[in-house]
Every structure is written in C-alpha cells, then in structure tokens.
C-alpha cells in the first residue's frame, strides 16, 4: 500500500505541459486585452485635450464677448490699434482689431478696442478702454491666449468674430449691438 501512494503523490506534485500552455495562453490573452484598454484610454486622452479648446475655453470667450458687444452701440473693424484708436483706416473687410462705442449714461461715448495682437512673443486677444487722452498703454486685460488666429468681420451688418483654435478648430461668434 505505501507503494501505491507514493506512485500517486509523485505524479500529482507537478504540473504538465498541456496545463502550463493553458496557463500561459489565458496571461497571453489577459495581457493583450489590457494593452488594448491602455491603448484606447491613451487615444481617447489625446482626443480629449486637442478638444479641451472647444469644451472648456470656448464657452468663456462666448460668454466675454457676447457681453462686451451686446453692450456696445456701434463698431467699427480696423487692421492695428493705433489705427482703430486715431480713427482713421476703418475696414469693410475682415481684420484683427474692433473699435466698439459704448454710449453713457449722460450721453458720452466711452471706446473700448477688442485686438488680436502679437504682444511679447506671444498671441492673444486682449481688450483695451480708450481713455480721453487717446493715448494707450497696455491692455485692461486678455479674453484668452489660446487661439492661433481672430477675425473680426461684417456679414449682413452683423459682427462676426472668427476664432481659430490651437488644433485649427474654428469657432465664429455672432453679435450685434444694442438697439
């Protein structure tokens, strides 16, 4: 009887080929299928952050704008700011700077100047209040940094605002004055 058993204790110790194989066939496909996963999540990732200008900046600017040129009585697109603060050169065609008129309370007229500029080696759209003296200085502050190109243009009598995002996404804002 000892005999016997350890005949049967030998042959169950180990394993055999065919079980190893079924092993290593199951870790092939598990491995695979996760890479797989990890390759999708890393696409879907790229996918999401060359669309994170759409979804997270554009709104903003949507929002800045509107407000700006929804208050605004009149407009008028140049091609650089020192025209659009002298007054001379306006544009019929599209261009990088709007002048907007805002009418007071006691019936002055305050401008404000809307400019895609190129302002210490880097791109941005920024805003400007006139003052009296006509002089400016530096910009109040930036709507964004982001696109790579803005366009102010006239379509009907309506102000169109072209905004070419970081992956060459366009944008186009549509605004009129205040009636």
């Known amino acids: 009887m000892k005999r016997n058993l350890s ?8 394993y055999t080929l065919i079980e190893i194989t079924m092993v290593l066939l199951v870790s092939l496909v598990i491995g695979s ?4 996963l990890a390759n999708q999540q890393f696409t879907f990732l790229k ?3 060359s669309q994170n200008f759409l979804t997270e900046e554009a709104p903003i ?23 659009a603060v002298s007054g001379v050169n306006p ?15 006691d019936g002055t007229m305050l401008k404000g100047i809307i400019s895609f500029e190129n302002r210490n080696g ?5 805003y400007y209040t006139v003052p009296a003296t006509g002089v400016l200085s530096t910009p109040d502050w930036s709507i964004t940094k982001r696109p ?10 309506i102000l169109r605002t072209t905004l070419t995002g970081p ?3 366009q944008i186009i804002y549509s605004g009129t004055m205040q009636q």
């Open 33 to 36: 299928m996760l890479m797989t």
């Open 122 to 126: 880097s791109k941005a759209l920024y």
């Open 61 to 83: 600017i949507n929002n800045q704008l509107a407000r700006i040129i929804g208050q605004a009585d009149r407009f008028r697109i140049h091609s650089s700011v020192a025209d």
């Open 148 to 157: 790579t190109n803005v366009v102010f243009s006239i379509e009907q009598g």
């Open 167 to 169: 992956s060459n996404e």
């Open 47 to 49: 996918i999401f952050q």
């Open 91 to 105: 544009r019929l065609t599209a261009g990088p700077v709007v002048l907007l008129y805002f009418r007071q309370p």
């Open 7 to 14: 005949i049967i204790i030998r042959r169950t110790r180990g």
